[in-house]
């Protein structure tokens, strides 16, 4: 069994009256790409401060690498690469400058620090930028210089606080299949974020939150395992008779169906060619229809149908 | 060392906005500790005159005598364009012409339009001209009142306007220059310069090393917020501290002066100024200005500082109602210990103390209030997360 790189136990921060952290607990295991998913405000932020001793809490423990994590467990952090929501760089330095000026807050040896700069500027693909100041790169390379900055050092665990916030799509694949290389090289990493495709497409394990507290834990399937619908099937169609919906909401494994007019969705809970006997329903019935498609169930589907509310929807 | 070695990066790319001022002050002040040197020597300004005697008579040649005291007469030019472009290119300044009928018309008291003049550029030094010329043309009309033939009061007039008064300069008996006044004087503007380059250099700088964001990710790294703020504190130390040696070492030089005996007192007052300056600059800072408003406020500081304090302006010439305000200002107090060292006021070791001190306490005063800003704003942040 892998051992234990974070562990978060009962945590709970408050803001006067508002509470930020609810009786949060989180175990993750060396190796990982934890994704902690949840709308803007659910805490994900609060708890990578606390985990990082950046706030203070009112109850809970938090053990890193097996100790605990204190405002002064500098040992700890030097073993921790941070890659904040905001780009945190001096504009007054170059590109090469800055990643130089992070990874020396760790390495103090000046080769190994000069061949980790190296590395890190080659990793992102800064190699073309790495006099430029700050202020002349895109905001996709300054997404890039925040992640050298974060990485130099070769930290064992990563911490990625929304990296990819206001980036182009090009540049987010990058990040993403960046992230995915420094797991496959060894680090563990926790990926906050409230896309839940990005998510979807890198963790291995994802804990969702809401108001402060964990709603869900487990890996993609796990979760989507853990709620009623495994698949919806969307069809476009201008007229339905009430017995031909009546007869299509008694087959098999269907458990809810809604018609706006236009589009006929069916939810399935489970089985195997749901789509085909919808489909037969139809043509029993000489009703003619459009396109026709069939999705799985998304993290999305997961939030909502644990807390009445789309995770996309959600305001901060 | 990465903070201390960032910072002073981050302190370089700031210097561009300084070097203006350092070269304003090396060429002002420059020129105002040589032009310090000559106070005692009053020399008349001489103009270029081309005299044209069409009456040639004794009192024409009187006139033209009297006019050749103070000025230097440039021999007449055979046309009239030659003279025009002369006076053009200022190779000649004015132009006089003694008509014929000159003595006549003197005799006849006719003194209206009794010379043609010529000049192109309005100066303080034609006017001063014309009226050297009525003030011989008005004299030679008293001696005739008093019935001198037009001949003798000429010459009457010629003598009496050559006469020099005796011009002593009055000072006060505390008021007699130092040896080192050159250098003193140099050090006297050294509140404009140090205000100047260390707000506009070290506030930018400490805005930026303690944005928020990037003090939070520093604060994630192995370096403890103790060692960031010693390693600012050291940097801006060595930075302030360069700045002073270089202007002292600079004074030293210009005015091939070796510090000794009581000039150490004007190296003391420096630093303590340079030292205000930079605690000035650090709580201009703890309120996060953007760069404009950081060179908006040195404007501000350094120019009311000095004309209130008596840095551009002697403080003898300023107000009592100027002066009580001036001495909430630490530049009133350095000022105070400059004028104490050249001599124009006397000096007086306790009074020299005193303004030191009260410097000193100007620079405990300003830590206390950036101190109280940063704890301040440090509650109001958390206040305002607790609010969203």
């Known amino acids: 069994m892998k051992p234990t790189v974070v562990k978060i136990d009962n945590l709970v921060k408050r803001y006067g009256e508002l509470v930020a952290l609810d009786h949060f607990s989180l175990e993750i295991k060396e190796g990982e790409i934890f994704g902690l998913l949840g709308p803007n405000g659910s805490g994900k932020t609060t708890t990578i401060n606390c985990l990082l001793s950046l706030l203070s809490f009112d109850k809970g423990e938090i053990e890193v690498f097996g100790r605990e994590m204190t405002p002064t467990s500098y040992d700890i952090k030097r073993e921790i690469g941070v890659i904040m929501q905001n780009v945190a760089v001096l504009d007054e330095l170059s590109v090469r400058e800055n990643i130089d000026y992070f990874c020396g807050l760790y390495i103090a040896d000046k080769e190994k620090r000069k061949a980790c700069v190296e590395d890190a500027i080659k990793f992102v693909g800064l190699e073309d930028f790495v006099n430029f100041r700050p202020k002349k790169l895109s905001g996709g390379l300054l997404r890039r210089l925040n992640i050298a900055c974060g990485i130099a050092h070769k930290p064992k665990l990563i911490i990625l606080d929304e990296p990819t916030v206001a980036v182009d799509p090009q540049s987010r694949n990058r990040i993403l299949e960046g992230i995915q290389e420094l797991n496959r090289e060894g680090a563990t990493v926790i990926y906050t974020s409230h896309y839940m495709e990005e998510v979807e497409q890198i963790c291995t394990r994802i804990a969702i939150m809401d108001k402060g507290r964990k709603i869900a834990e487990g890996t993609k399937d796990e979760l989507k395992g853990m709620i009623r619908n495994s698949e919806s099937v969307s069809i476009e169609i201008l007229e339905l008779p009430d017995d031909v919906r009546e007869k299509i909401a008694h087959l098999p494994h269907v458990y809810e169906t809604e018609y706006d007019g236009t589009k006929l969705t069916v939810r399935c809970s489970g089985g195997r060619h749901n789509l085909i006997r919808i489909l037969a329903v139809l043509q029993e019935a000489e009703l003619g229809f459009g396109r026709v498609y069939s999705e799985l169930p998304t993290l999305n589907d997961v939030f909502l149908e644990i807390t009445g509310t789309a995770l996309r929807d959600s305001k901060e | ?388």
């Not at chain 2, 420059?30 to 008579?57: A, P, Q």
């Not at chain 2, 200022?90 to 006089?96: F, I, N, W």
């Not at chain 2, 001949?151 to 009055?170: G, I, P």
């Open chain 2, 1 to 388: 060392m990465q903070v201390f070695k960032a910072f002073l990066k981050v302190l370089r790319s700031k210097f561009g906005a300084a070097i203006i001022y350092i070269a304003l002050f090396f060429l002002v002040g420059i020129l105002m500790t040589k032009s310090g040197t000559d106070e005692s020597v009053w020399e008349k300004s001489k103009m270029k005159l081309v005299i044209e005697d069409l009456d040639d008579t004794p009192e024409s040649r009187a006139l033209t005598e009297f006019i050749s005291k103070d000025n230097t007469i440039i021999p007449a030019f055979a046309n009239e364009d030659d003279l025009t472009d002369a006076m053009y290119y200022t190779t000649v300044d004015y132009a006089v012409t003694i008509p014929k009928g000159f003595s006549e018309r003197l005799a006849a008291g006719e003194t209206e339009g009794i010379f043609e003049c010529r000049h192109i550029h309005e100066s303080y030094a034609q006017v001063n001209i014309q009226m050297q010329l009525e003030k011989y043309i008005n004299t030679v009309a008293a001696y005739q009142a008093l019935g001198k033939s037009t001949q003798e009061a000429s010459q009457a007039a010629v003598a009496a306007l050559s006469k020099e008064a005796n011009v002593e300069l009055l000072q006060k008996e505390n008021e007699t220059k130092g040896e080192n006044s050159e250098l003193l004087t140099f050090f006297r503007y050294m509140p404009y310069i140090l205000l100047s380059v260390i707000m506009n250099t070290l506030s930018p700088a400490m805005i930026a090393m303690n944005r928020k964001d990037f003090r939070y990710r520093t604060d994630c790294s192995g370096i403890s917020p103790h060692s960031y703020t010693m390693q600012i504190f050291g940097a801006s130390a060595l930075y302030v501290g360069g700045i002073w040696a270089v202007f002292t070492l600079a004074g030293g030089i210009i005015n091939g002066t070796m510090y000794t005996g009581r000039l150490w007192l004007a190296v003391l007052n420096a630093l303590l100024f340079a030292l205000f300056s930079a605690v000035l600059a650090i709580f201009v800072s703890e309120f996060s200005p953007s760069d404009n408003v950081v060179s908006i406020l040195t404007q501000v500081a350094t120019l009311g500082m000095c004309f209130l304090c008596g840095v551009f302006i002697s403080q003898s010439l300023l107000g009592s109602g100027v002066l009580s305000a001036a001495k909430f200002l630490p530049a009133y107090w350095y000022i105070r210990v400059i004028s104490m060292l050249n001599g124009e006021l006397a000096f007086d070791a306790g009074e020299v103390a005193l303004a030191l001190g009260i410097e000193a306490g100007f620079i405990a005063v300003f830590v206390l209030l950036a101190v109280l800003v940063r704890r301040s704003r440090v509650t109001s942040a958390v206040a305002r997360k607790a609010m969203a």
